[in-house]
């Protein structure tokens, strides 16, 4: 299927005074023919300076803001693949997605800027382009909003885009301590706006406040990309702050009518002295996914009368499977329900046969919002799907459940030893190759336990060789210096030996009994 256009030209056609976008820094606003108007100068600037064409892979390393998705329908106007950029990651983590994906350049915010040497030295990514949307910058760097005002052309994206496009490419951390390039389509973010769309009542009117982090799926996806789908509105803040998020959400201006945010963020909204004060009820859907809720937090909100949907998914899956309905919400408070419209769920045994209902087995999920696959991971593309006899292709999700008589599902545990920390995803492996660089460590393992205020952190469980003395703190420092804050163990015990299988793997199900 050729697609005829993108969808903010599409409205910019139809509705081109209707307000697209809101950046609640800076506090400017931007209808569907500004944003249109300033994306083709962006794609136009990028491909006359930068030389990229498509297929072709550009950084952005940024807080949110509206440039963030003028950035991205740039991207989509050329062909080009955009390459997010966490920028909670350490200089080494950075450069490794860099040079993996083949990155042409960077644009950025002004207050990552003293990051961007180092980062353009030892990378491909030549070309730079500089945010000015929060602070000024310094550095001699082409301002952002200076190409936007110079350039006359325009780029409109190509006919010959399909749904099988890749649009973006956004990297997930690795089991193996290499994050992976996740291939993510036009199909994918197409599918999942449609998904989204029924069980949240998302509408052309509808006004969503953008709180999660946009180098997230969720933060792009979780519904801000589906509101651009539609025709509506977002308030894109830079970075979540619960004093600000309770007066926007409350502010009957504004009217904010969706919402979407991890248990972290919904557990401190609740614990904000203004919660009780604040008047909620212009919100017509609360959203929440990332890691399981406390099921004290829902009925903390359900003494307000607010009900939130418990929902699951992951990059790989553009990224909603789940959005469990109201009704069940309160009544299953630990299920994510059933898979949304356009996908399809199993929960299956190692044999690949559907497991009965109250028996544990993997998520594995089908359907038109599933990645193609991984940037240059013939390994991942070959371990990740199972094609089943019908010809069907499996997604393996890594994460076990349980389906109960109704049809509902329970994500019960993971299989793999991936933890989650205040809504960022933290692969265990990862950590522990920096733990065997210090010198000192004979062995050791991460795995993560509860946290009252991240829901899970790491803990890392070390053995020293004999003779050495180490303590906790110069663990945790060594780590701060090489891993994103999320991903530092907050603990660190010392034990003798850890416990292993025949074939020399740890048994982290032991430690988690014991330090859990």
């Known amino acids: 299927m050729i697609l005829a256009t993108d969808w903010i030209a599409f409205h910019a056609d139809r509705t081109p005074e209707k307000i697209a976008m809101i950046d609640q820094v800076t506090g400017r606003s931007f209808t569907y023919g500004d944003f249109h108007d300033r994306a083709g100068r962006l794609a136009a600037y990028l491909r006359d300076h930068w030389g990229v064409v498509a297929g072709d892979r550009i950084a952005i390393l940024g807080k949110n803001s509206t440039e963030y998705f003028e950035f991205e329908f740039a991207c989509i106007k050329l062909g080009a ?14 450069l490794f997605i860099l040079n993996d994906s083949g990155a042409k350049g960077i644009v950025y915010d002004a207050e990552f800027e003293g990051r961007i040497p180092t980062l353009v030295a030892k990378s491909n990514a030549k070309g730079r382009l500089r945010i000015d949307s929060a602070q000024l910058g310094s550095d001699d760097a082409p301002s952002y909003e200076d190409t936007i005002g110079q350039t006359n052309d325009h780029v409109w994206m190509s006919p010959h885009t399909t749904h099988d496009t890749a649009l973006t490419i956004m990297y997930t951390a690795g089991t193996t301590g290499h994050p992976k390039g996740v291939l993510i389509t036009h199909g994918m973010t197409l599918w999942n706006a449609i998904n989204i769309t029924t069980p949240t009542g998302l509408s052309h009117e509808s006004v969503h406040y953008v709180v999660l982090p946009t180098f997230h799926t969720g933060g792009l996806n979780l519904y801000a990309n ?5 025709g509506g509105t977002n308030i894109i803040a830079r970075n979540f702050d619960p004093e600000l998020t309770l007066k926007t959400i409350s502010d009957p201006s504004l009217r904010v009518s969706h919402f979407f945010g991890v248990p972290a963020i919904y557990l401190f909204l609740s614990q904000h002295p203004d919660f009780d004060q604040s008047d909620l009820t212009a919100i017509q859907s609360w959203g929440c996914g990332g890691a399981p809720m406390p099921v004290a937090v829902l009925t903390r909100y359900a003494q307000r009368g607010i009900v939130v949907q418990l929902g699951f998914g992951m990059t790989e899956t553009s990224p909603t499977v789940f959005l469990i309905d ?5 009544e299953k408070p630990t299920s994510v329900g059933k898979p949304l419209q356009h996908t399809r769920v199993r929960v299956v045994n190692e044999a690949f046969e559907d497991v009965s209902p109250g028996q544990v087995g993997e998520v594995v999920i089908s359907g038109p919002n599933i990645t193609p696959g991984y940037w240059n991971r013939p390994d991942a593309n070959r371990d990740s799907f199972t094609i089943d006899s019908h010809g069907n292709r499996w997604l393996h999700s890594g994460d076990a459940g349980m389906v109960d008589e109704e049809g509902c599902i329970y994500i019960v545990d993971r299989y793999k030893d991936m933890y989650i920390s205040g809504g960022e995803n933290v692969y265990p492996a990862e950590v522990e190759q920096v733990l065997f660089q210090i010198d000192g460590v004979a062995d050791a393992a991460v795995i993560g336990v509860p946290d009252d205020r991240w829901g899970e952190s790491g803990l890392a469980i070390v053995v020293l060789k004999a003779g050495c003395e180490l303590g906790a703190d110069a663990v945790i420092t060594y780590c701060a210096g090489k891993l994103a804050k999320y991903k530092v163990p907050k603990q660190v015990v010392f034990v003798e030996s850890l416990p292993r299988n025949a074939a020399g793997k740890v048994l982290k199900r032991e430690l988690r009994v014991q330090f859990s």
């Open 326 to 330: 109201r009704r069940r919400a309160l």
């Open 226 to 230: 589906p509101i651009f789908h539609l």
């Open 81 to 94: 693949l955009m390459l997010p950029l966490n920028w909670r990651l350490a200089e080494p983590e950075l």
